[in-house]
């Protein structure tokens, strides 16, 4: 969801960001459940196409930024990747809202997956936000900002 969301929100703003998507746990043939095109389908949005993937040090290399939704995963992140602890953060921290997991709805029933949209949009709306352009910067990949 985090992935679309960006997108478009940064899109919505006039603004080029690329975002991939990735987990601890995501395997190749993980479809996304009902639940999230559900989610998504009040912000104009659909997870088709989507293809989940295992985060990876190439994904880690690409980004400037790396976010979080849990404490646990960006643990499990860095116990893997700990070279790459100076770009892997919490996202409600980086976002300037607080220190909060966005809790991982996959299993829970559909007003979880609405409340982690809730708090996603939320986090990535102050994000992306014009008065924090220059954060937002850190999560292009370094070649995008040559691009005119």
């Known amino acids: 969801m985090a992935e679309r969301m960006a997108v478009k929100l940064s899109g919505d703003r006039g603004l080029a960001v690329e975002a991939r998507s990735c987990g601890i746990a995501a395997q190749t043939y993980y479809k996304p459940p009902a639940e999230i095109a559900a989610a998504l389908k009040p912000l104009g949005l659909t997870c088709e196409g989507h293809v989940a993937q295992l ?12 976010l979080a939704m849990t404490r646990q995963q960006r643990e499990a992140v860095l116990d893997a990747y700990p070279e790459f602890s100076a770009k892997v953060f919490l996202l409600r921290r980086y976002a300037g809202l607080d220190d909060q997991d966005v809790a991982d709805p996959i299993g829970q029933p559909q007003p979880v ?3 982690c949209r809730d708090q996603l949009h939320a986090a990535l ?5 014009p008065a924090t352009v220059s954060n937002q910067l850190r999560m292009l990949p370094k070649d995008s900002r040559r691009r005119p």
């Open 55 to 66: 985060v990876s040090r190439e994904l880690l290399r690409w980004c400037d930024a790396a």
């Open 113 to 115: 997956y609405d409340a």
């Open 125 to 129: 709306d102050r994000l992306i936000g």
